[in-house]
């Protein structure tokens, strides 16, 4: 089946510095998605990537879509307390269905 | 901006009973689903509707699961016989069309308590 590792699991950082955290895959996929989910609340869309080398920013998120398509990268840049909460990556290949990576649960400390 | 909404926002109810969780997608979307998130892990897919049937469900939408749009704004997820497993947040989802293009748009929840 397929398997999808995110990392880190968790990070604790000071205000102002820079993210990064990625999912790697064993299976090929034609989208990824980076989602962001506050503690009580429904995921919400960050980043929405769809061709393989594809490099997106949306403000101080930057995202990649990996060449091989078995991979991506999110970077946060200037960390906000803001920023605060757990971040997922959900690639989808051929199916409807969005496979959801474990989270990286962020913490930045003022 | 159109949001996807869930009612209620929180459900408890006893094992064995049927619970129904609400969901109004965004209006112009044709494509409906559903995910559930069990306490700290991540969120899994449920199920896929589009066209008025079922386009895709994953092993864990079991006959105890069903799905319907009873009507031009709503889509319902009914657990018939719930279970203490079956505890968990249900996020409905929706997008514009199929395809690679167009992500999906969640809810906020229904966190279901199953005692």
């Known amino acids: 089946g397929q398997q999808l590792n995110q990392s880190p699991q968790s990070m604790f950082i000071q205000e102002g510095e820079d993210v990064s955290m990625n999912c790697t895959s064993s299976?090929?996929?034609?989208?990824w998605l980076w989602y962001k989910q506050d503690p009580g609340e429904g995921p919400v869309l960050l980043i929405a990537l769809y061709k393989a080398g594809e490099l997106t920013s949306n403000g101080r998120l930057t995202a990649q879509f990996g060449i091989t398509r078995k991979d991506s990268f999110l970077n946060i840049s200037a960390s906000i307390p803001s920023d605060v909460g757990i971040y997922f990556c959900?690639?989808?290949?051929?199916?409807?269905?969005?496979?959801f990576g474990k989270g990286t649960k962020l913490t930045v400390n003022p | 901006e159109p949001e996807v909404t869930q009612t209620p926002s929180h459900q408890v109810t006893q094992m064995g009973q049927e619970v129904i969780l609400r969901c109004v997608p965004i209006?112009?979307?044709?494509?409906f689903y559903w995910y559930r998130q069990i306490l700290g892990q991540k969120v899994e897919f449920l199920v896929s509707?589009?066209?008025?049937?079922?386009?895709?469900k994953s092993e864990i939408f079991d006959d105890q699961f069903s799905v319907e749009r009873p009507d031009g704004s709503n889509f319902t997820l009914k657990i018939r016989s719930t279970k203490l497993e079956d505890s968990a947040m249900y996020f409905c989802?929706?997008?514009?069309?199929?395809?690679?293009?167009?992500?999906?748009?969640f809810g906020n929840g229904t966190r279901l308590t199953v005692t």
């Open positions: 959900a690639p989808r290949g051929g199916s409807e269905k969005l496979v």
């Open positions: 509707f589009y066209n008025n049937e079922i386009s895709e």
């Open positions: 299976s090929i996929f034609n989208t």
């Open positions: 209006s112009n979307h044709l494509y």
């Open positions: 989802a929706s997008r514009t069309t199929g395809g690679s293009i167009s992500p999906l748009h």
